[in-house]
């Protein structure tokens, strides 16, 4: 077992890698009642062209499938797994994003039974045709409720127009049409290519005993079966730097136009401090550009071009990245005026200060060191940053030696020529 102590946070993380591979992180936290656990694969939306466990050439699954296995593995012969978490008074969850499927439950009592149905329900796979083909009305009926809704349809819209190649573009869950194709061969063969212990990482934060734990996860380990770990091998095409459709625009069921500016990384290849420097470097450069104290969020609000709806994030994971901003407003022409103004000024006239980048710095260390209060952002955020070769921890001393170069650096891997696309939604009665 190791001990990783962060003197500046004032935290100790324990970690061991077991036998089977399996990465077991533990972080204790002093006079907190729940406890949040989470037991996460690196398997996500993404991966859907890859060698299976003991094959040698290269498949390709239908799209959402990772999504629709997470469902799945709730469902067993004896029952509801989500019964069992309530019986014991605990709370149980599970998503599937771009590179990972995470399952978890958080707790105040009962932790070491709820441990071992989490554990137990995630390694013991249960999928017959019959309940795989059950299950596709019941995701059909969820991928036709997100088609209805707007902000869902204007974000993964600005996705697919950025990338033209890569599976970033997929909606998570696939569309009605790619989740018929799925079978219960094909949920076992990624489960047992993706789901192997080696591939996955369990992390427990809040009221636990860290020692215990381990022991406790050890054991559990020792008494299953599996076969010997070997390295997922993942296949993804080759992405152009421009974005793959300048604009799209859709009608729907809205009160107002909604407008979304959608940027591309172009250089992605890189894990470790490499790419939490570069995605901090992202998010200050565009809190200085469109948080609250810009001139720009001054001006767009004075002027009545945003509102409260008004949004601006940056993701970045080896192999792809991308920024989205934007807006419901009555006004999107002026506002994607305003939007790319702000960006060909900051690229042609670099300007960001010492200043501007400490005043940022210090609020950024802050929420952070807020959201520790939190198990479930410290839960979630670990697995993110663990599956890239990075520390959750690292955060503060690296926001502390961020430089303007680095930031300049960043932003002109995210704003260039071609790279950009625009995503409008009008009113349906504004359709022509």
Request: hydrophobic fraction near 35%.
């Amino acid at each position: 077992m190791n001990k990783i102590h962060f003197d500046q946070l004032q935290e100790t993380l324990y970690h061991k890698k077991l036998d089977n591979g399996l990465n077991v992180y533990v972080l204790p936290k002093k006079g907190f009642s729940k406890t949040y656990v989470t037991f996460t694969t690196k398997y996500g939306s993404v991966d859907r062209t890859f060698i299976p466990r003991g094959g040698n050439e290269l498949v390709t699954v239908p799209d959402g499938i990772a999504h629709f296995l997470e469902h799945k593995m709730f469902e067993k012969e004896d029952g509801d797994v989500f019964q069992q978490f309530s019986e014991n008074a605990a709370a149980a969850n599970a998503f599937t994003s771009f590179t990972r499927t995470s399952y978890l439950f958080s707790s105040t009592s009962e932790l070491y039974e709820n441990t071992k149905t989490l554990l137990d329900f995630v390694q013991q796979p249960y999928f017959t045709e019959k309940t795989v083909e059950k299950e596709k009305g019941i995701i059909a009926q969820e991928i036709t409720m997100y088609d209805d809704q707007a902000d869902w349809r204007q974000y993964f819209g600005t996705i697919e127009n950025l990338f033209e190649n890569h599976p970033v573009r997929i909606d998570i869950a696939g569309t009605v049409e790619t989740i018929q194709d799925i079978t219960a061969e094909h949920l076992y063969e990624c489960y047992e290519t993706f789901y192997h212990p080696s591939n996955m990482v369990f992390f427990a934060v809040g009221n636990v005993d860290p020692e215990e734990m381990l022991r406790f996860v050890e054991q559990d380990q020792q008494e299953k079966t599996f076969e010997a770990p070997e390295p997922v091998v993942r296949n993804f095409p080759d992405e152009p730097d421009y974005a793959a459709k300048k604009r799209d625009e859709l009608y729907m069921d809205v009160s107002k136009p909604k407008l979304m500016v959608g940027t591309k990384c172009r250089n992605t290849d890189m894990s470790g401090k490499e790419m939490l420097s570069r995605e901090l470097a992202s998010d200050v450069t565009l809190d200085i550009l469109f948080g609250r104290s810009s001139e720009f969020f001054t001006q767009a609000y004075n002027d009545g071009l945003i509102d409260e709806s008004f949004s601006y994030e940056f993701n970045l994971e080896n192999g792809f990245g991308f920024a989205a901003i934007g807006s419901d407003t009555e006004k999107p022409e002026e506002l994607e005026k305003l939007i790319k103004s702000v960006l060909d000024n900051a690229k042609n006239n670099w300007s960001i200060s010492d200043d501007q980048l400490e005043r940022i710095r210090k609020k950024r260390i802050g929420l952070f060191m807020r959201a520790l209060n939190s198990p479930e952002y410290i839960a979630n955020q670990f697995t993110h940053y663990n599956f890239n070769d990075m520390n959750l921890f690292d955060v503060v001393p690296v926001l502390e030696g961020l430089t303007t170069d680095q930031l300049k650096a960043a932003f002109d891997d995210l704003y260039y020529e071609d790279g950009q696309t625009i995503m409008t939604i009008y009113p349906s009665e504004q359709a022509k």
